[in-house]
């Protein structure tokens, strides 16, 4: 009964935007959005105007978030507690505030979305948090962060991450039939 009720709202509607005139064209734009998790920032910045403009050829929304992390907030910490499951969602860090891409994901949906990516409360590690929706200001985002690093050193988190998580991504499959249970 609720996909006939579903069906019947709908019933008359018109789509507003152009559909693309075929698969090929749709996957020519979805190439590049195949990275996912932490990148060192430079590659990030990078990163994120390609996935802006990826997901504006698709037709659907991507939003960069700033989180400035409370004082005397080990950067690291945090960052380990990002769980990205899905690919086009980036994160880094710098100057004290992580930066972190959602594609295909609207703005109304962002709070829930970072609930899902940071098991924890925000509020106990981030002072504040900016919300840029609008591709244009991404794209102007993403330039002033490289012109303005630039010349900066900024700390590469990939190694300590990597090192955290290790366990996680063991190249051999896991025997359960052989599980020593006594350690």
């Not at 400035?68 to 899905?86: Q, T, V, Y």
């Not at 504040?128 to 012109?147: A, G, P």
């Not at 700390?155 to 599980?179: G, W």
């Amino acid at each position: 009964s609720r996909l006939l009720s579903q069906v019947q709202s709908i019933q008359g509607f018109q789509f507003s935007r152009p559909l693309p005139p075929s698969i090929e064209h749709v996957l020519q734009f979805t190439e590049n959005t195949f990275s996912k998790g932490y990148l060192p920032f430079i590659e990030f910045t990078k990163q994120v105007e390609v996935h802006s403009d990826s997901a504006v050829n698709l037709g659907v929304s991507g939003v960069l978030v700033k989180l400035e992390l409370l004082p005397r907030i080990d950067p690291i910490h945090p960052l380990h507690l990002f769980h990205i499951k899905r690919e086009g969602d980036v994160f880094s860090l710098v100057e004290n505030t992580v930066y972190l891409y959602l594609h295909a994901c609207r703005e109304n949906d962002v709070n829930n979305a970072i609930k899902h990516l940071f098991k924890l409360e925000t509020n106990d590690f981030f002072a504040q948090q900016n919300i840029i929706s609008d591709h244009f200001y991404i794209q102007q985002e993403c330039r002033r962060m490289q012109r303005h690093f630039a010349d900066t050193e900024i700390t590469d988190f990939t190694q300590q991450l990597q090192e955290n998580v290790s366990y996680i991504f063991d190249t051999k499959t896991a025997d359960i039939a052989n599980l020593n249970t006594e350690t």
